[in-house]
């Protein structure tokens, strides 16, 4: 199956920093990608759906000054936390959408992020 | 609006013991519906995938699910679990034909634990 990458694994920040999180498609072209966030025992919560040279969209109650997205190629996606809170720790996924016919959604391996 | 619903949170089974794990969805239309697994420390894999034909579906390491339209349940089964099938299971449904940047629905996923 097609690889999804992301960088870093782990990453441990202030509060008030900034830290970016990279999403690669590593062997297809992704129009589409996504990002989640994954609490303990629970389910994904989708944050938003990234196209490839536009906007992203964003679900309801994500703050998208707080969390910017940047897909900037077919094969990268990036999300940044901006003014890091403790509450924003947490694990972070993001997929890669596959085109036709399958539309298959293929996922990273997540990145842990802790604001102290 | 569309929803996913896994009945059991937590399943607890002895190795060989079967599986069914049920989930449900709220969708008038047509849609494709997944299994995917989170093994411990792991990313999300999928298991299975419903899009058209056959309602019931083979996936990897021996599960198996039933598309029942008319209940709009999609339940995943296995005869015989393993230790290593220790994981979270989640359900999750796509309106079909949307596209590649329509969102999966996620139901709140199930904890399953095999004691060997």
């Known amino acids: 199956g097609a690889v999804v990458s992301q960088h870093p694994s782990r990453v441990i920040c202030k509060s008030g920093t900034s830290v970016k999180i990279e999403c690669r498609s590593l062997?297809?072209?992704?129009?589409?990608m996504f990002w989640y966030r994954q609490f303990p025992k629970k389910s994904l919560m989708l944050m938003a759906t990234?196209?490839?040279?536009?906007?992203?969209?964003?679900e309801q109650g994500v703050e998208k000054d707080k969390f910017l997205i940047n897909h900037a190629s077919l094969t990268l996606s990036t999300l940044t936390v901006t003014s890091a809170h403790p509450e924003d720790s947490s694990f972070y996924i993001c997929?890669?959408?596959?085109?036709?016919?399958?539309?298959?959604?293929?996922f990273g391996p997540g990145t842990r992020l802790t604001v102290t | 609006a569309q929803s996913v619903s896994q009945h059991n949170h937590h399943v607890i089974l002895s190795e060989a013991a079967s599986l069914e794990l049920g989930c449900n969805y709220s969708?008038?239309?047509?849609?494709?519906l997944f299994w995917y697994v989170q093994y411990p420390g792991q990313h999300l894999q999928l298991l299975l995938k419903?899009?058209?034909?056959d309602p019931l579906v083979k996936g990897i390491k021996g599960f198996e699910a039933e598309f029942i339209k008319s209940k709009f349940s999609f339940n995943l089964r296995k005869p015989s679990v393993q230790w290593s099938d220790t994981a979270e299971y989640f359900c999750?449904?796509?309106?079909?034909?949307?596209?590649?940047?329509?969102?999966?629905?996620w139901g709140l996923g199930t904890s399953l634990a095999v004691n060997p």
């Open positions: 997929s890669a959408g596959q085109g036709p016919p399958s539309y298959e959604q293929y």
């Open positions: 062997d297809f072209q992704a129009t589409t």
């Open positions: 990234s196209n490839e040279g536009s906007k992203a969209t964003y």
């Open positions: 969708y008038g239309g047509t849609v494709n």
């Open positions: 419903y899009f058209s034909g």
């Open positions: 999750a449904v796509k309106e079909r034909g949307a596209g590649n940047n329509r969102k999966l629905i």
